[in-house]
């Protein structure tokens, strides 16, 4: 209990002293009566009221977003697994394909998103398409990375048993390159939050990024709300990310990082 009292302390007091030197620097904005102070800094008391107001809705529009992303994550993740597999299995297959999951990500998502909108006229698929681009590339160069990572005595033990190539990925190469994939995971996971508000920002029914823009359209009598949503936003991003991290303590207990922490126990 003292132990994790410890870990969470630190944390909690950066995040008040932060939230206090927030209030302090809003209310000097707008007590020297700067233009629009609310607009540009907003009171975080006030912050926290809206967000208990709407709730309701900002959770339900919060889910929507989460849907698509998570979504777009799995398939993304899969595809960069399956990717990062051929690739290590063949040198042929990765001289063939490495360039072109380089050129992949020269295209700004920022102009990709309404190409992908206009192409399957379905904002939830076009939020779920954005989200796995985002996603496949970080997964695909850790895991690729990992994958090629192993030691070479390693490799000639495998061999000297006369181990099949099966064997040499499941009991070797996979497990090596978990470290790896997780990387790519945590680098992708809030990303492809901000991939689905993209899209939602150009037009959708339904996500954050709707009640974000509408909020913002309508200018300084919607602040408090359009600040909500922004922070709605990255708690979502942090969420993801937190939950990779729970995901891999779990299943890679034996990193460095974990060893005498309590790992996966």
Known sequence: ??????????????????????????????????????SKLPYVHELMLTLASYGPTILSESAATLANSGTGFLL???TGILLAITMSLSFWAERVAFPY??????????????????????????????????????????MLKGLKSASPGARQLMHAYAASRWSIYTKLLL????PGLFSGLKIAAPLSVTAAI??????????????????LYYGPSNTYMFWSTVIAAAILGIANYLIIVLIERIVTPWQPAFRGKGGGR
């Open 76 to 78: 993304g993740t899969i």
């Open 101 to 142: 999951v380089i050129l992949s990500q020269m295209i700004p998502v920022l102009g990709l998103a309404p190409i992908i909108y206009g192409i399957v006229h379905d904002d939830n698929w076009s939020r779920i398409i954005i989200a796995g681009y985002i996603t496949f590339f970080p997964v695909s160069l850790n």
């Open 175 to 178: 497990p090596n390159a978990l």
């Open 1 to 38: 209990m003292r132990l994790h009292l410890k870990r969470i302390l630190p944390t909690a007091i950066w995040v008040l002293s932060l939230l206090a030197i927030w209030e302090l620097v809003s209310w000097i904005l707008t007590i020297r009566e700067v233009t629009l102070a609310q």
């Open 198 to 215: 993209l899209v939602e920002l150009m037009g959708a029914k339904h996500g954050i990024g709707v009640i974000m823009l509408r909020n």
